[in-house]
């Protein structure tokens, strides 16, 4: 009996050793995303191991980032992958309008047969200053005078 055990826990370890899931590509459209502005993470999934897999999960946690999912959920499921094969799952997001620019790490994990896989991908928030210019008073009254105007420089841009 011991041995009948000890061969199906060393079958069931060789069985999870074949199969592996692989992150092979996190792209973002557009790269780098402003604030309120939508994005969509493509992430691309191998199967590198020896068998197919099946029922594989992918969540993102943005529990404490500053983007909210749209159209999409954080959480995915794929039904199979074939060995030697892969998928490419998409995520729609919108980056909150408080989101400063920075690179932040959004946490990933995969789920598959009992197992967890942990890793981080990454999100570049940017912002471009927006300026305008006013007159805001003048006391120059004909050209080659000396006088004094006074200019008045507005960010309409978020950084």
Do not use: H, W
């Not at 041995?3 to 780098?32: D, G, H, T, W, Y």
């Not at 499921?77 to 074939?82: A, N, R």
């Not at 030697?84 to 400063?100: G, H, K, Q, V």
């Amino acid at each position: 009996m011991k041995k009948l055990i000890l061969l199906i826990m060393f079958l069931l370890v060789i069985n999870l050793a074949s199969a592996q899931i692989a992150v092979r590509e996190v792209l973002s459209q557009p790269e780098k995303v402003e604030p309120g502005q939508k994005i969509t993470l493509r992430i691309t999934l191998d199967n590198i191991g020896d068998d197919d897999i099946k029922n594989i999960g992918i969540k993102i946690d943005l529990s404490n980032l500053p983007f909210a999912p749209v159209e999409s959920a954080t959480e995915k499921l794929i039904d199979k992958i074939e060995e030697d094969d892969s998928r490419t799952i998409y995520f729609n997001l919108i980056a909150l309008p408080e989101a400063e620019p920075r690179i932040y790490k959004v946490p990933l994990k995969l789920t598959y047969n009992n197992l967890t896989k942990d890793s981080l991908i990454s999100i570049s928030v940017e912002s471009k200053p927006k300026l305008d210019l006013t007159l805001e008073s003048s006391e120059v009254v004909k050209i080659n005078d000396n006088g004094k105007i006074i200019v008045k420089i507005i960010n309409l841009g978020l950084v």
